[in-house]
T-cell receptor
Framework: NAGVTQTPKFQVLKTGQSMTLQCAQD?????MYWYRQDPGMGLRLIYY???????DKGEVPNGYNVSRLNKREFSLRLESAAPSQTSVYFC?????????????FGQGTRLTVV | AQKITQTQPGMFVQEKEAVTLDCTYD???????LFWYKQPSSGEMIFLIY??????QNATEGRYSLNFQKARKSANLVISASQLGDSAMYFC??????????????FGKGTKLSVKP
């Protein structure tokens, strides 16, 4: 009963390095999301994918790219990491933009950019 | 303007007492959903309770209840009989179908609840 699986759990990058955060869900959900969590800021939406083959920008997309590889997988890429991208990243999924469907979250990735 | 406002950055409550965590929201939609999530120190996000805008009764889930006042646009979480394990961050969130958030969950900044023994 895995739900939403994110990898890695922790990562330290040097400024300018690139990396991809992986996310997979096994609940056959249509919608997937990437959020970042910073102290005092709550969770802010980076990108989302309403269905396989579509992606859209959220509130804070600058510096990130995403790929909805298939229905299960939604990856987040940092092409050139900056210290401002130090954060905890959460992947989430839900059945869709249906009113009463909650989002299920992965365990989070704690990223530090030095 | 913030869509979700949680005005209490931190709250303390005595074990076994009830506590109310405040949440106000801003939307012009008639159809929307309100959610509360718990984030313990281990970091995972745990869904607690849901209230739909057309639900006539306040939602309840065990010790959690949602005090929904539609005219005031508030959706406060009430935790009864607090336990030490309730110490965590609590986030209020909203989903609109037709609003600018395009069906995505929009979160407030959270309230950190500490339960004292």
């Amino acid at each position: 009963n895995a739900g939403v699986t994110q990898t890695p759990k922790f990562q330290v990058l040097k400024t300018g390095q690139s990396m991809t955060l992986q996310c997979a869900q096994d609940m056959n959900h249509n919608s997937m999301y990437w959020y970042r969590q910073d102290p005092g800021m709550g969770l802010r939406l980076i990108y989302y994918s309403a269905s396989e083959g579509t992606t859209d920008k959220g509130e804070v997309p600058n510096g990130y790219n995403v790929s909805r590889l298939n229905k299960r997988e939604f990856s987040l890429r940092l092409e050139s990491a900056a210290p401002s991208q130090t954060s905890v990243y959460f992947c989430a999924s839900s059945e869709g933009a249906v009113l009463n469907t909650e989002a299920f979250f992965g365990q989070g990735t704690r990223l530090t950019v030095v | 303007a913030q869509k979700i406002t949680q005005t209490q950055p931190g709250m303390f409550v005595q074990e076994k007492e009830a506590v109310t965590l405040d949440c106000t929201y801003d939307t012009s939609d008639q159809s929307y959903g309100l959610f509360w999530y718990k984030q313990p120190s281990s970091g995972e996000m745990i869904f607690l309770i849901y209230q739909g805008s057309y639900d006539e009764q306040n939602a309840t889930e065990g010790r959690y209840s949602l005090n929904f006042q539609k005219a005031r646009k508030s959706a406060n979480l009430v935790i009864s009989a607090s336990q030490l394990g309730d110490s965590a961050m609590y986030f209020c969130a909203m989903r609109e179908i037709y609003g600018g958030s395009q069906g995505n969950l929009i979160f407030g900044k959270g309230t950190k609840l500490s339960v004292k023994p």
